[in-house]
């Protein structure tokens, strides 16, 4: 649901990072909370572009290993347009940005959300998400939660729209298969290839689009009924 040839973000862009709670089988029950531990935690940062009267218009947001600044760095490069103006809450991480102007809000005796509204309101909205639709997210599979989460964000306004561009990405794609995501089938290995027969036919010649595009399909249709019965 990425579009490889979308633009970065351009002029005002807050950025900040977030955690979610993860805890596999070999983590411990008590993992500390709060701080910078990776232990039970996964780490998003976010870019929301502002517009010039200070509103929302598109968003970015990646899986991070840590909230080191060449992870930080490698995010703003890949997701701010160089020249951009980036606004940050006061962590290290952030300071001299490559190609971009740089203003750091320090977090002193208010809230977060209070200093990067908009960033705060998106992380909101995808832990809400998150708990709500999904009941909890897998760590492997996060960066695709994150991606459908900015795709619908980014056409939050324009439902239709999306619909066709959702097309048009998949489109210019290769033929993809349940085999082809390493991610995927390690992580249901165990469970689907138990027969012999599982991996020379079955799920190999599934193909993931016509299944997106189905599920899109359905989102639409249940969309409409709802506003037909306003």
């Not at 509204?117 to 809400?128: C, E, Y």
């Given at each position: 649901m990425v579009n490889p040839d979308r633009n970065p973000l351009k002029d005002?862009?807050?950025?900040?990072?977030?955690?979610?709670?993860?805890?596999?089988?070999?983590?411990?029950?008590?993992?500390?909370?709060?701080?910078?531990?990776?232990?039970?935690?996964?780490?998003?940062?976010?870019?929301?572009?502002?517009?010039?009267?200070?509103?929302?218009r598109r968003i970015r947001m990646k899986h991070i290993p840590d909230g080191a600044s060449k992870t930080l760095h490698g995010f703003i490069g890949q997701a701010v347009e160089p020249g951009a103006h980036i606004i940050t809450d006061g962590w290290l991480g952030y300071e001299n940005p490559p190609a971009n102007t740089h203003e750091a809000k320090v977090v002193t005796g208010k809230k977060a959300h209070?200093?990067?509204?908009?960033?705060?309101?998106?992380?909101?909205?995808?832990?809400?998400?998150?708990k709500g639709v999904f009941h909890g997210?897998?760590?492997?599979?996060?960066?695709r939660y994150l991606d459908e989460f900015v795709f619908r964000w980014?056409?939050?306004?324009?439902m239709r729209s999306g619909f066709d561009t959702l097309l048009g990405i998949g489109v210019g794609l290769g033929p993809a298969t349940y085999s082809d995501d390493p991610i995927r089938l390690s992580s249901h290995k165990a469970r689907f290839c138990a027969t012999p027969t599982c991996g020379a036919t079955g799920l190999k010649g599934i193909s993931l689009f016509p299944?997106?595009?189905?599920?899109?399909?359905?989102?639409?249709?249940f969309e409409w009924v709802r506003n037909a019965t306003h």
């Open positions: 005002l862009v807050e950025i900040d990072e977030t955690e979610m709670p993860f805890r596999s089988r070999h983590d411990p029950e008590g993992r500390p909370k709060g701080g910078r531990s990776p232990v039970g935690k996964m780490f998003v940062v976010c870019a929301v572009e502002l517009s010039s009267d200070g509103h929302p209070e200093i990067l509204h908009w960033v705060h309101r998106v992380f909101s909205n995808l832990k809400t998400r998150a997210l897998r760590k492997c599979h996060l960066q980014n056409r939050r306004r324009h299944i997106t595009v189905i599920y899109f399909i359905c989102i639409d249709a």
